[in-house]
Structure formats: C-alpha cells, structure tokens
C-alpha cells in the first residue's frame, strides 16, 4: 500500500524548533518530488515547501522562508522539515505530499498529517 | 505569488444536482491547475490535474475545463460522498498556491 506516515509534531514556544519527518512507503520513493502542505485550525491549504527527488532543487513559501527547511533521505525513504523561529502563524496540521509522478506540481497522495502547535 | 480565487465559498445542494465551482487565477497559468476534494478530518484528495485529466480511480461525474486564468469543477450529478470541500490549486510557479476553498453543503 501507497503511505505517507508524519511524525514529529508537538506543543512549541515561539521561537523554538521542531524537525518533522515524512515516512514513505509502497512506492519507489527517488522516483518523486515531494513537499510539505499545512492546514491551519479551520483553514485551507497552504503549500509550505517542496523538493525534488535527489534533493538538488528545493522551494518555499515566502511565509517560511529563511526559517524552514526541507531535505530528504532516500536511502531510509524519509522526507524531513526543519522548522525554526516558529511563529503563533506556523499553527497548523503539517501534510507531506506526494508529487504526482506525470505532472510534478499535483499532489497524487498525501499523509493524514502531523500537529503543530506554536503556543506561550 | 499567484492569488486563486474560488467562488462561491459554500453552496448548499440536493442529491442528484449539477454543481460547478469556479476558480481564478491573478495572471495566466495555461492549464497548469489542480483540483483537490476534502472530507473532515482526512487528507486531500487528487480529483483532476492539469485542469481537465482525470485522476486514476476518479468517478466520471466529476469534470474539469479551462485555461489561462479561468476554470471549473463540475459534479454532474452530486452523490452522497461529494459534500465535501474543494480545492483548486496552480503549478505554474512557486509558490505554489491554493485557492480558499469550496464547501458543498446537504441542502
């Protein structure tokens, strides 16, 4: 079966740091791009960052830009993003998504997420 | 970054109902857009990419067109399992961008 199962979310002072990781399984994961997509408490969806799928060419939200970033082990099928200066704003469910293997800018699978909660 | 629009941000439906969604873009993206479907308290799902394909496993009732900056998401005839929120999103460029959301109401 195709999975993203996240992990490393949590409780976070402002200004403090958080690593979370993207476990993927069911698919050969060197084969794709992958990237981080957030969702804030009753909000939409707000793509975070991307990479490719030898980790050479990475991108990100303005939002997070200069505080995240996001890398990848092949070898153990992980995804990853460092997170740092958090802010109250980084509140959110963190997803890791799949890039689709045809049109690399679509999202074909996508984990349940992992919680993030930026808070005094 | 580009702005996708979405309208109308709710709609309340019947069973068997013919629903369109828009979305716009703020400048051009040819037809480098996603469609997006999310139920409550699970993860997103792929409905079309590149604003008419369908994807694998995706039911025949859900349809996509345009190009440039306008584009639909049709339901031709609403199911049970379609009340839901929808998302449109472009790849054209980074960042990539969302647009706010659709919710698709039981009338």
């Known amino acids: 079966e195709v999975q993203l199962v996240e992990s490393g979310g949590g409780v976070v002072r402002p200004g403090g740091s958080l690593r979370l990781s993207c476990a993927a399984s069911?698919?050969?994961?060197?084969?794709?791009?992958m990237s981080w997509v957030r969702q804030g408490p009753g909000k939409g969806l707000e793509w975070v960052s991307g990479i490719n799928w030898n980790g050479g060419n990475t991108g990100y939200a303005d939002s997070v830009k200069g505080r995240f970033t996001i890398s990848r082990d092949n070898a153990k099928n992980s995804l990853y993003l460092q997170m740092n200066s958090l802010r109250a704003e980084d509140t959110a469910l963190y997803h890791c998504a799949r890039s689709h293997i045809v049109v690399a800018g679509a999202f074909d699978i996508w984990g349940q997420g992992t919680m993030v909660t930026v808070s005094s | 970054a580009i702005r996708m629009t979405q309208s109308p941000s709710s709609l309340s439906a019947s069973t068997g109902d013919r629903v369109t969604i828009t979305c716009r873009a703020s400048?051009?993206?040819?037809?480098?857009l996603a469609w997006y479907q999310q139920k409550p308290g699970k993860a997103p799902k792929l409905l079309i990419y590149?604003?008419?394909t369908l994807q694998s496993g995706v039911p025949s009732r859900f349809s996509g067109s345009g190009s440039g900056t306008d584009f639909t998401l049709t339901i031709s005839c609403l199911q049970s399992e379609d009340f839901a929120t929808y998302y449109c999103?472009?790849?054209?460029?980074?960042?990539?961008?969302f647009g706010q959301g659709t919710k698709v109401e039981i009338k």
């Open positions: 400048q051009g993206i040819s037809s480098y």
């Open positions: 069911g698919f050969t994961f060197d084969d794709y791009g």
């Open positions: 590149a604003a008419s």
């Open positions: 999103q472009q790849y054209y460029n980074y960042p990539r961008t």
